[in-house]
């Protein structure tokens, strides 16, 4: 089907119905097609669910190949909450379409994020009407603790990995967005992997899939 966002769509075998879904979204400067490798090993333990992975609604100011969910050059706090709700409405619009075509609501549906997409997922996650299955954010951060604030209506259940040697996403985002959740009764899980960068580790993955079948099966 044709979604508002340009997507990479990975169904079921042909034998499985659709149950649940997950929706990835991608890091600065990526796209739907780099985050969909998580789905290699997962699909195999999610028989029933729809992996989807859109492409941001704009182009990466640094790199035009790839995209972004809001634009990162320039630094002032109004102008990236300003940009972030411009991407989550974008978000919301590709959610429900998948909830509409798909007779899904939002406890069938996990989001999994990435650096930005990741700080989109926590936005999305908490300030939804419902709760999501779950939410599973890997290196990223709360944008604004404010603005989630005035928002937050939900109490999704979360995970949040991070690598203690990541170089683009302070590794103590992880403990600032973990204080955020516990100080408003959110469920939160976290693993600061050792030795690991800026990327997705075969170990956050794994840590990711468990969480995953535990909350959305």
């Not at 169904?11 to 979204?25: C, D, H, M, R, S």
Request: aromatic share 8%.
């Amino acid at each position: 089907m044709e979604f508002s966002l340009n997507t990479e769509e990975i169904k079921p075998g042909k034998n499985y119905t659709i149950k649940n879904a997950i929706i990835l979204l991608h890091g600065y400067g990526g796209d739907g097609k780099d985050i969909s490798t998580l789905t290699l090993n997962w699909r195999r333990f999610l028989p029933n669910t729809l992996f989807l992975c859109p492409d941001a609604h704009e182009r990466c100011a640094i790199n035009p190949i790839g995209f972004q969910w809001f634009d990162l050059m320039n630094n002032d706090p109004s102008f990236i909450i300003d940009e972030a709700l411009k991407g989550e409405k974008k978000i919301l619009k590709f959610i429900d379409e998948v909830k509409n075509n798909f007779n899904l609501d939002a406890s069938k549906i996990c989001l999994v994020g990435f650096s930005q997409g990741c700080m989109m997922s926590i936005n999305l996650g908490l300030t939804s009407d419902e709760n999501y299955a779950c939410i599973v954010g890997f290196s990223g951060k709360i944008i604004d603790k404010e603005d989630l604030q005035k928002r937050k209506k939900s109490n999704t259940k979360f995970l949040l990995v991070h690598g203690d040697a990541d170089e683009v996403v302070s590794p103590t985002s992880l403990l600032e967005a973990k204080d955020f959740l516990v100080r408003n009764n959110i469920y939160v899980e976290t693993n600061m992997i050792k030795g690991c960068g800026h990327h997705i580790s075969v170990e956050a993955s794994s840590l990711a899939l468990t969480f995953i079948k535990k909350n959305m099966l």
